[in-house]
């Protein structure tokens, strides 16, 4: 026999022959518009041709091409052989949904057995839904697996983004510290400089004073300034000849002085006084005793004495501010010092920080990387199981429409409850609580063919209709011919062509 492609082809073969010979001979085609003549010899040849291995594929090409008789020799074939053809898987998955549901339905459909037609829904069913939704659930479990590798590298990610993050929250807050002590020193250096310059200011303006008093005192004679200032000395004037000796390096005695204007080296030694190699500790008692108010210039009587104490205020005053100058450069230099180790260590902070931030960036793009791929592993899972509800919910309406067609009352009992309900297919894809798997269990309660058959043979031909009354199958007689197993609605059993028996209704 002819494999069904070499049938189709040779078919066609044939028919492009038919067609070419016609239209060669035909000098009229284009003008007698014989289209449907050529159309008409062609179904004859495809219908000539039309045989068990070809007639899925020429039901097809009815379809395609609306031919009506052509469709209707291959349902013809199809019926007359429709165990033949479901013994060819390549034949099954040709069948479209509408095509089997149409030979199911159809009382001219020749089998031996109604349990052939449920192997033959049942194959289509395997065939059509069953490797699309085997591979369905294979994909879910590539994608699952696929979707459980992405966990540990973005819970990896996640820890490092996690840790680095909190590194940089922990950095910034030490910057932001260290950027506060800096400033802090720098208002510091700032107040210094504004203290050393009010300073420089203040010893500017008594080192003036200084000088200008031992000026005044130069313009005296040695004889008027001990005349007005060393005779009759009053203890006033002897405490601001006191500071002058201490000042000047020279005994703590106020009369050591006289001997030095005797001399004339007293004004020579205030005009060049160096206050800066005066230490502050020498000179302590001067600032004591110049703090009193009876030895200020205002209280001297006399024009050198005043000039004396005003000296004598004006040098204490430029030893203090000396010293407090360089005390203050000192601090400056400490305070300058330490801005500029903070500053280096704020600056090494600032470099780190961003160095962490690169980091972070780094980590937040394979974070969201890693986030992503999960993401999409997710929705190709979910889309897959979409797909495969889609399919289920597909194979389930499409079985319930198949089964519903079957006689149920033809179908030997032992065969659902065996080779029917524990079929792999049906037990896994066809469970109990779908819409086929409630058209099987209704279907388990129908009485058996072969109790039915029984039924007929023993009723003898006369009449095909018994009642079932109190779980009792009777006959037209009343004879009772059988118990009833279970009670329901009303069952046909009507045989389809070849079965050789007749129909029967229970109720």
């Excluded at 820890?159 to 993050?165: A, F, G, K, L, S």
Aim: glycine share 6%.
């Amino acid at each position: 026999m002819a494999s069904p492609n070499q049938a189709v082809r040779l078919a066609g073969e044939d028919i492009a022959d038919g067609i070419l010979d016609f239209m060669v001979r035909s000098r009229g085609w284009s003008e007698n518009n014989n289209y449907w003549h050529v159309r008409q010899l062609c179904e004859d040849r495809v219908v000539e041709n039309t045989c068990p291995p070809n007639a899925v594929s020429m039901l097809h090409f009815a379809d395609q091409c609306h031919s009506h008789r052509v469709r209707e020799r291959a349902r013809s074939v199809l019926l007359s052989s429709f165990e033949h053809v479901f013994e060819q898987p390549d034949m099954i998955e040709q069948l479209t949904f509408l095509q089997l549901k149409h030979l199911v339905s159809s009382p001219d459909l020749r089998v031996q057995t109604e349990s052939h037609v449920c192997d033959a829904i049942v194959k289509w069913l395997q065939q059509i839904h069953g490797s699309r939704i085997s591979s369905g659930l294979a994909e879910r479990e590539d994608l699952r697996r696929q979707l459980a590798e992405t966990i540990p590298p973005l819970e990896r990610e996640d820890q490092v983004y996690h840790t680095i993050e909190g590194d940089v929250q922990g950095l910034s807050a030490e910057v932001k510290r260290q950027e506060l002590a800096v400033n802090t020193l720098k208002l510091e250096l700032g107040e210094m400089d504004q203290e050393l310059s009010q300073l420089d200011y203040d010893l500017l303006a008594a080192d003036k004073t200084m000088l200008d008093a031992a000026r005044e005192l130069a313009g005296y004679s040695s004889q008027e300034i001990l005349l007005t200032v060393y005779r009759n000395a009053k203890p006033r004037v002897e405490r601001v000849l006191t500071c002058v000796a201490i000042l000047l390096g020279l005994d703590p005695v106020w009369d050591i002085t006289q001997r030095m204007c005797y001399e004339d080296k007293l004004i020579p030694k205030l005009l060049q006084y160096d206050y800066h190699v005066v230490e502050p500790a020498q000179v302590g008692d001067v600032f004591k005793i110049l703090s009193k108010p009876s030895v200020n210039p205002g209280a001297m009587t006399t024009k050198p004495a005043r000039a004396i104490a005003f000296w004598a205020h004006a040098a204490s005053k430029c030893v203090q501010l000396s010293t407090d100058i360089v005390n203050g450069r000192a601090e400056r230099g400490r305070i300058a010092e330490e801005l500029r180790v903070a500053g280096d260590k704020l600056a090494g902070m600032r470099e780190d920080l961003e160095g962490l931030r690169a980091l972070e960036a780094n980590s937040t793009e394979r974070y969201v990387g890693a986030m992503e791929t999960q993401m999409m592993a997710q929705l190709r899972v979910d889309l897959c199981e979409a797909r495969l509800r889609r399919n289920a919910a597909k194979l389930d309406a499409d079985a319930r429409a198949l089964l519903e067609l079957v006689r149920w009352p033809l179908v030997a009992k032992p065969y659902i409850h065996g080779d029917l309900l524990q079929h792999p297919f049906v037990a896994c894809f066809l469970p109990p609580g779908s819409q086929a798997g409630g058209v099987l269990e209704r279907a388990a309660l129908v009485p058996l063919t072969d109790f039915l058959r029984m039924a007929a043979s023993e009723g003898g031909g006369q009449r095909d209709v018994y009642g079932a009354k109190g779980r009792r199958l009777t006959g037209e007689n009343g004879r009772v011919v059988a118990q009833v197993w279970s009670e329901g609605a009303r069952a046909e059993a009507r045989p389809r062509s070849g079965m050789g028996w007749q129909g029967l209704t229970f109720e």
